[in-house]
């Protein structure tokens, strides 16, 4: 399968402390993309890195993604309660299309 | 509207019936994926259509999932013969260009449940 590893699968935190969530897989990628899912909702999209960047900022939230070891992690600072979603990371493959190939997702639970 | 639309947002079916879904991607969107989801799992790829290309089917699980796309329009997914692990939230996403180096916009999906 081409499918990568999220851990953790589940993360419960209080408002206010960081969030961290990670990705591995195991071919090489054209870009790697990070989606929030609501209960019940369709994906929104976060952030999308490219290959050959190694960081991504958007307002709380920050991706690093390493390809020498296969890898990136979605970090949320200072989360929210409205931060609780599942969180996805999926990735592109070279002459593909921009099919996504999805990991299974982090469940994060942000308690008031 | 602005998003992706998709119908009808829940469909209940008998094993066996055939059942089509529908999506409206965001107007000038060239590429429109499928998805599905099953329950607690993340998303796996159905069928990806660009422009006038053909489509790239390699995510059909069997010969009775079918899709159609007219022009940069509306596309339909068709389920023939419903089996219950058939029954998945069915997600449909289109993106301004293909190649993957845009972001994909999710319409909220179809609950497909096969009794």
């Known amino acids: 399968s081409q499918q990568g590893e999220e851990d953790p699968q589940a993360l419960s935190i209080q408002e206010g402390e960081n969030a961290t969530m990670n990705c591995s897989y195991k071919?090489?990628?054209?870009?790697l993309q990070w989606y929030r899912q609501n209960s019940g909702r369709g994906l929104v999209h976060l952030i999308l890195i490219r290959s050959n960047e190694r960081e991504k900022h958007s307002g709380r939230l920050r991706v690093t993604l390493d390809t020498s070891k296969k890898s990136s992690s979605l970090l949320i600072t200072a989360s929210r309660a409205a931060d609780t979603a599942s969180y996805f990371c999926?990735?592109?493959?070279?002459?593909?299309?921009?099919?996504?190939?999805f990991g299974q997702g982090t469940e994060l639970s942000v308690k008031p | 509207g602005a998003g992706v639309s998709q119908s009808p947002s829940n469909k209940v079916t008998e094993k066996g019936k055939d059942v089509e879904l529908r999506c409206d991607p965001i107007s000038g969107h060239t590429a429109l994926y499928w998805y599905r989801q099953r329950l607690g799992q993340g998303l796996e790829f159905l069928i990806y259509?660009?422009?006038?290309?053909?489509?790239?089917k390699s995510g059909l699980p069997s010969d009775r999932f079918s899709a159609e796309r007219t022009g940069e329009s509306v596309s339909t997914l068709t389920i023939q013969r419903t089996q219950q692990e058939d029954s998945a939230v069915y997600l449909c996403?289109?993106?301004?260009?293909?190649?993957?180096?845009?972001?994909?916009?999710f319409g909220d999906g179809t609950r497909l449940s096969i009794l």
């Open positions: 999926a990735r592109t493959l070279y002459n593909q299309g921009g099919k996504l190939i």
């Open positions: 259509f660009q422009g006038n290309s053909a489509p790239d």
């Open positions: 071919t090489s990628i054209n870009n």
């Open positions: 996403a289109s993106s301004s260009i293909s190649g993957g180096n845009q972001p994909q916009h």
